[in-house]
């Protein structure tokens, strides 16, 4: 959780003024927040699912995965680890189906996926013999011959040759792999399956595989994590040069293993680093990439080359494309409401199973709402042009987002270019709790919800 308060603390502030990490969720992951999603407006969904296909609206496919080795102590996703191969089997053919009964909803029917997404939990979970069955039968429904981009997200330890052989086989085009640290013991301490010796021969084997683009994550402010480990991570992922690297601010949601621990010893602060030193952490990995020849490419982001490497699942999804989501707890977008599926897998699997729908909540945005969401999503990218946002909404945001803006100027967190808003580096580090000054006041209240 941040403060209301966005002044900077001074970098030589005392212990008791630094800015602790806190229970709750710093990320801006989308708007309105989630917590306005509600089981009441599903017949929305309905509603769009009714009208015809769109012809200009890219489509993308998100099938969430919930299975893993281990639960990190920092997740707060819906993953299952206790469940055998007939369980999969089972919770594969819902997905099927729930996909089979969208597909030919009139808003969806004839369309071909842009982009398609596995996340998690761990899609490399899943054997070679699953992942075959699994895409097989869904290019049956959708081909995915227009996509261009199919993104697959992995855990280092559940990775073979032959997996991935199989991965790069079935077409995917972007490969992440959960790294996080190379650490073993904080990798340990926070609750990660892998190891460093997978870490390196997952990735080898990988890149023998010439797959498009390899992504590492990579987390900042981890338990036990020191100055000098972050420094050897920061140099150990510059060795292994990847395409892109994805570093986030470590933060504790509600729901984990953390905030449990916390809550039973009446913690109030994370044993996590504080807000300063995760954005100096940040700071200083942008850096020593920036003198490798990477580029910043968003708050959280470094490419090896802009031209080929792209985000064609958050750029799509930031601007308005539609995303059908298939699983349990996963969530997306069909025209103008969001929507999430039942959170747990007895109901999701027991919805599909009697013919209903596996929808647990919805909530149908307004202009007004979309436009706050794209721009503040964008923001992240460290600039943005506020003739976009004249031409597709017909607004001047430089004029409906003068306070804010204003604010965010005095203190060097933008500057205002010929038809450009760009941040800083001190604003791109803290951007998202930055984002909540271009929130309408409704949504204010529930922001760390």
Known sequence: MVTDDTAVSHPLAKPEEREQTEVGNYFVANYPPFSFWKPEYKSAVEEVLDKPAPSDVPLGVYFHIPFCRKRCHFCYFRVYTDKNAAEIRAYID??????EIMAEKAYLKGRKPH??????????????????DLTDRMKAIQPWDEAVEVAFECEPGTLTEKKLEKIREIGVTRLSLGVENFDDHILELNGRAHRGKEIERAYHAAKALDFPQINI???AGMMDETEDNWKRVVEKAISLDPECVTIYQMEVPFNTTIYKQMKETGKLTAPVADWQTKRRWVEYAFDEF?????????AYTVVKNPDKVKFVYRDSLWEGADLLPLGVASFGILGDVHYQNQADVGPYMTALDNGESPIFRAYHTNGEERLVREFILRLKLGRVKPSYYEKKYGVN???????????????????????????????????DRLLHDFFLPQHRDARYT
Do not use: C, H, M
């Open 397 to 431: 945001v430089l004029e409906r987002f003068a306070q804010p803006l204003g604010y965010l100027k005095s203190e060097g967190f933008i500057t205002l270019e010929d038809d450009g808003i760009v941040l800083s580096r001190d604003g791109l580090l803290q951007v």
């Open 217 to 219: 994550d990579l987390i």
């Open 115 to 132: 982009f398609v997404y596995f996340g998690g939990g761990t899609p490399s979970y899943l054997s070679v013999d699953q992942l075959q």
């Open 290 to 298: 920036e003198k490798a020849g990477y580029g910043v490419s968003s």
């Open 94 to 99: 819902a997905g099927i189906r729930e996909y």
